[in-house]
């Protein structure tokens, strides 16, 4: 019988690239990893990587056992979820990861309803852009995670994991006090085709769709900052420095500090979702987050 210690380790390999990686995580030593893979190897009778420069890949049949593996850890996942629901109170160790402004607006009032509800269970949060915490959470290294989609920009989704959506959050177009005259309500984006922007990253969601939202309406902005800080984002837009794309969550119900514009209607609200492994979203743990997160009131009502 294969050994599902041996496996978990190949899928790890999957999941993280190298054997470095996968020692790191896991508090072994690369040679030890090697060898449990070698052993596995032996086990199956047929070779399992491939060098590839100074890395190894996965062959076609580790991946048939990696996919197998994700199976049998997702009824291992259904199992504890079944076996915590069968105790009386939540307890044990829970892994989140949210980016910038959902860890701001989101979780303190999540963790002040989960210490009241359930003082035995301990959360850790972590901040994470969506784009590292959706494959550490592949990885095993958060059990849930909360995410964004923007208009017309679907992110892919794997097949190991389940969403959730949370809430809808109004992505809003934020001027200094130079670009907004007394009264004005609305501004269509080719009127700031000269102006500096602050964006976030090449390769994040939010920069695909900002991109797309400017090259509909005519022009290439002229990106001269870029930060996944939201809050640098605002103070810049504060101080005259360039204009933005603000989600409504960067203000946690405050009033905003900068002219807030609406966009097109069809282009202006992301949603929010937490992801769970496949099996896990059913985990006492993990629905109690998921409620405070909805209950914390930070929404404000938006849709």
């Known amino acids: ?29 690369p040679s030890s990893i090697s060898q449990q893979l070698s052993v596995l190897e032996r086990e ?35 199992a504890e979820a079944e076996l915590a629901a069968s105790l009386e109170g939540i307890t044990g160790v829970l892994r989140v990861a949210a980016f910038q402004t959902a860890a701001l607006a989101l979780v303190p009032d999540a963790l002040s309803l989960l210490r009241e509800a359930h003082p035995g269970l301990r959360v850790e949060v972590t901040e994470r852009e969506p784009e590292i915490a959706v494959p550490a959470l592949l990885a095993r290294d958060f059990d849930l995670v909360v995410t964004e989609e923007y208009p017309v920009d679907p992110n892919p989704r794997p097949a190991e994991i389940e ?29 700031l085709a000269e102006r500096p922007w602050v964006m976030e990253p090449v390769g994040t969601a939010a920069r695909r769709w900002a991109m797309r939202l400017c090259r509909e309406a005519g022009f290439e ?35 905003p ?30 629905r109690a987050c998921r409620e405070a997160l909805v209950g914390g009131g930070a929404f404000g009502g938006r849709s």
Do not use: N
């Not at 978990?8 to 508090?27: D, I, M, Q, Y």
């Not at 670009?179 to 309500?185: D, E, H, Y």
């Not at 900052?225 to 101080?239: A, G, P």
């Not at 609406?262 to 985990?283: I, M, N, V």
């Open 221 to 255: 902005p002229d990106v001269r900052f870029e930060s996944t800080d939201l809050l640098l984002h605002l103070r810049l837009v504060e101080r005259g420095h360039a204009v933005a794309l603000l989600p409504d969550l960067v203000w946690s119900g405050r009033p």
């Open 163 to 191: 969403y959730e959506e949370l809430c809808g959050d109004e992505v809003r177009l934020a001027l200094p006090a130079s670009l907004s005259p007394p009264g004005r309500t609305e501004m269509a984006l080719h009127e």
């Open 257 to 286: 500090t900068v002219t807030v514009l609406p966009l097109p209607e069809d282009r202006r609200t992301r949603r929010l979702f937490t992801a769970t492994r496949r099996g896990g979203g059913s985990h006492p743990a993990i």
């Open 44 to 78: 199956v009778g047929v070779a399992l990587l491939e060098p590839v420069g100074r890395r190894v890949r996965l062959t076609a049949q580790a991946e048939i056992l990696v996919a197998h593996t994700e199976a049998v850890l997702e009824r291992l996942e259904r």
């Open 1 to 29: 019988m294969l050994d599902l210690h041996r496996l978990r380790l190949l899928r790890e390999l999957k999941h993280r690239g190298t054997l470095a990686a996968v020692a790191a995580a896991l508090s072994y030593s």
